[in-house]
């Protein structure tokens, strides 16, 4: 026991001071420990805090961004070409296919007691007919320059039968002529709506798959019942005024000249002078040949 209650009630006092400073130090560190941040909360929070301030920070970037593409947007608005004035073409329909078959009637005329030679002057006739000229052979004969070939400096020279008919359309023993002397007679007659046109040249497929379907018929020139043609009688060309030069030209036998008025796959038709012969046929790869050898001449009316 304590030696007096005095003494007892200083060392319980004393006692109990230091239970309660002890008690004190206890619940401090408690608080403390209670009130001290997380490591891993305190750098989420701080991430979190950054992500905020960058979020706050690319804003105006964002929308500085927004207003580059709205201006952007704009000056291509105003950058787009203007409209061109040429208006747009219009879709076209495709190119037909010729007709496989075609005919035309054009009148018949035979020269057959009529111009024994001139079968190049009787097929232009029908195709003047054809286009309601009023003419006859007379006046065809006579609208047609015609010369013989002639014996000059001991040679015998004529023009080019471009240039005028050999001989005369009435002799028997005369050539004939091609298609530029046919072309100008023509249209000496011709109304100013319509003219001849020269086409030689041509092949003679082509010509009937581009005229015959519109309507017109063509003078095609070949040889008589489309006989092989060769070189028979001859003379030196003559120049300008008439003297011969040193060209020789080779008239071709059996040269004849023909209306075509139409063709089918297997063959052409011909109005056909000689013979009174009326239309005929005559097939197509022989008639193309004969039409070659002779020169490839042909005149159209358009």
């Not at 006092?13 to 997380?38: C, S």
């Not at 989420?44 to 964002?62: K, L």
């Not at 024994?116 to 609208?143: H, K, N, R």
Request: glycine share 6%; aromatic share 10%; hydrophobic share 35%.
């Amino acid at each position: 026991m304590y030696g007096s209650s005095n003494e007892y009630r200083r060392r319980f006092r004393w006692e109990y001071v230091a239970v309660l400073a002890i008690v004190a130090v206890l619940a401090f560190g408690i608080i403390l420990m209670l009130r001290r941040p997380d490591p891993e909360s305190q750098e989420t929070a701080m991430n979190m805090t950054d992500t905020t301030g960058a979020s706050d920070e690319t804003a105006p970037s964002g929308t500085a961004a927004l207003t580059s593409a709205d201006a952007s947007a704009e000056t291509a608005v105003n950058e787009q070409p203007e409209p061109s004035e040429t208006p747009a073409t219009e879709p076209t329909d495709p190119p037909t296919e010729p007709p496989k078959c075609v005919e035309i009637n054009v009148p018949y005329i035979s020269q057959k007691g009529l111009l024994p030679t001139g079968c190049e002057l009787v097929s232009a006739l029908m195709l003047l007919q054809f286009y309601d000229c009023d003419v006859t052979i007379d006046d065809v004969v006579e609208a047609t320059p015609s010369q013989y070939p002639v014996t000059k400096e001991g040679k015998a020279c004529g023009p080019h039968p471009e240039d005028a008919f050999i001989g005369s359309p009435h002799d028997e023993t005369s050539f004939g002529c091609f298609a530029p002397v046919i072309t100008d007679m023509m249209n000496s007659f011709l109304p100013e709506d319509l003219k001849a046109k020269d086409i030689s040249g041509m092949d003679l497929d082509e010509i009937a798959q581009k005229y015959l379907p519109e309507g017109k018929p063509v003078l095609v020139w070949g040889t008589i019942n489309m006989m092989e043609s060769f070189e028979n009688l001859g003379w030196y060309l003559e120049d300008e005024n008439g003297n011969p030069t040193d060209e020789w030209y080779d008239w071709r036998a059996n040269e004849h000249c023909m209306v075509l008025v139409g063709y089918d796959e297997t063959y052409y038709y011909v109005n056909d002078p000689y013979g009174n012969k009326g239309t005929v046929s005559y097939k197509r790869s022989l008639m193309e040949q004969r039409y070659e050898e002779i020169g490839g001449y042909a005149v159209v009316v358009e």
